[in-house]
T-cell receptor, first 115, second 120 residues
């Protein structure tokens, strides 16, 4: 079964550093998402990406964050100048199309720890 | 705005008991999708079930069943004959109908999650 692949599985970074979280969505999917889950809390929507541009973003997704699909296969989330409160699990997801049969597929997540 | 409420923070049962996880949602959309996800201790999100707002037929899939009632905006999930391996956090989630070029791209709104512990 096709999978969404996220790398790395765990990243530790120093406060103020930039990090790039990488995702390889399912190849024929059209919609791409990033979600965040702070430890012990609910999963929160960050951003959706469709047709090579951001289609929707939450209030969490401020100027510190950016997304890119640089080569048609990878989908990256960049966090500039990380803060302690950015420590969380970050999930990438992709979806094939609009119809109901196209469910979400989540990656296994990247646990980001900012120290 | 969409909202999902899982009033049960934690549930503890003994193996083989049935357990129902409650979910209540709010949305202004007339067409939407409801989901249940499981998050085991390893942290990944495991898709369990999806239901369309226009299909209120309740179903059973193995030990899982769900009760969707549009009139009360509830989408409850039942595990029959629970097992220790069912211990996890369970999330209910809501998504509007995707409308590319319009106003919705299908983001999921999650509830706070219910921690289910099944004791042997």
């Amino acid at each position: 079964e096709p999978e969404v692949t996220q790398t790395p599985s765990h990243q530790v970074t120093q406060m103020g550093q930039e990090v790039i979280l990488r995702c390889v969505p399912i190849s024929n999917h059209l919609y791409f998402y990033w979600y965040r889950q702070i430890l012990g809390q609910k999963v929160e929507f960050l951003v959706s990406f469709y047709n090579n541009e951001i289609s929707e973003k939450s209030e969490i997704f401020d100027d510190q964050f950016s997304v890119e699909r640089p080569d048609g296969s990878n989908f990256t989330l960049k966090i500039r100048s990380t803060k302690l409160e950015d420590s969380a699990m970050y999930f990438c997801a992709s979806r094939g199309g609009q119809a109901v049969v196209y469910g979400y597929t989540f990656g296994s997540g990247t646990r980001l720890t900012v120290v | 705005a969409q909202k999902v409420t899982q009033a049960q923070t934690e549930i503890s049962v003994v193996e083989k008991e049935d357990v129902t996880l409650d979910c209540v949602y709010e949305t202004r959309d007339t067409t939407y999708y409801l989901f249940w996800y499981k998050q085991p201790p390893s942290g990944e999100l495991v898709f369990l079930i999806r239901r369309n707002s226009f299909d209120e037929q309740n179903e059973i899939s193995g030990r899982y069943s769900w009760n969707f009632q549009k009139s009360t905006s509830s989408f409850n999930f039942t595990i029959t004959a629970s097992q220790v391996v069912d211990s996890a956090v369970y999330f209910c989630a809501l998504s509007p109908r995707t409308n590319a070029g319009g106003t919705s791209y299908g983001k999921l709104t999650f509830g706070q999650g219910t921690i289910l512990t099944v004791h042997p």
